[in-house]
């Protein structure tokens, strides 16, 4: 067993990855043909930069409250008045395993629940594999994803059948809706085809068994696109998956590249 690390660095003929386990285990750097695709600026906060797993929940959580099995929750609230992403994304990770085009790496959940949490990355020629585990301690609810903080592409084909609506607090509530236009803080569905971002070195396409997209593109330097499990307030709205003690959660996320075409 490798112990924790400050960063660990996976390499393949065209693309480096750095992953940081002390920051939620998140990956950095994601230079791709000499293109860097994610922000690795920190002074925004931990929300904003790299691509993040969110567990045991993605997105807001009303309040932080919540109610299961007829008991009611608080959880921590570090967006206030929200909790947000879950509590692994500035957790710090034990690594398990690492080589130079792969690592794993494990944290407990801190919450009422407990359970744990591991990650895998592999870094191949065409690509990158996420695989996001949630394990359960106890019965307990959980919805899990990644939220990659990408720079700007030159063009992002999003194109979606529906998409959750948002109350006048910016909340998903569980009303589904045709998709809105941009600017975009949203939950979406039934992607009508390729999720795809390109510039001018690569065209970069995201793949996940997650069927729910979170789209975020308020700022004019930053896209984040994110696949998630359930949606955003899925303990109360419904969507998070219900785990007995021993069971599991496994989504999958693909980073899979190629050389742009000139003439596309």
Do not use: K
């Amino acid at each position: 067993m490798i112990s924790t690390a400050a960063m660990i660095e996976l390499e393949s003929a065209d693309a480096y990855v750095t992953v940081h386990p002390e920051q939620g285990a998140r990956i950095g750097d994601l230079p791709v043909f000499g293109r860097p695709l994610l922000h690795t600026d920190t002074g925004r906060g931990p929300t904003l930069w790299g691509c993040f797993p969110m567990a045991p929940w993605a997105g807001r959580v009303r309040d932080g409250q919540f109610a299961f099995d007829d008991r009611q929750y608080q959880l921590q609230c570090n967006l206030a008045p929200h909790a947000i992403h879950g509590t692994t994304f500035d957790a710090s990770w034990e690594v398990l395993d690492a080589g130079r085009a792969y690592c794993a790496l494990q944290t407990p959940l801190n919450w009422p629940f407990g359970g744990m949490a591991h990650q895998h990355f592999h870094l191949h020629d065409a690509g990158l594999t996420c695989v996001l585990t949630v394990y359960a301690r106890e019965l307990m609810p959980a919805v899990i994803g990644w939220h990659p903080c990408f720079h700007t592409p030159d063009r992002a084909d999003l194109q979606f059948g529906r998409m959750y609506r948002r109350d006048e607090f910016g909340i998903t509530v569980p009303d589904l809706t045709e998709p809105a236009p941009h600017p975009w803080d949203d939950c979406f569905l039934d992607p009508q085809r390729p999720l795809r971002l390109e510039w001018p070195e690569l065209t970069l396409e995201l793949t996940s068994d997650c069927d729910h997209w979170v789209v975020f593109d308020g700022f004019t330097d930053m896209l984040c696109v994110e696949p998630q499990s359930g949606p955003p307030d899925a303990f109360t709205i419904g969507g998070a998956t219900r785990l007995a003690p021993g069971d599991m959660l496994q989504r999958h996320l693909a980073f899979q590249w190629r050389p742009r075409n000139p003439q596309e």
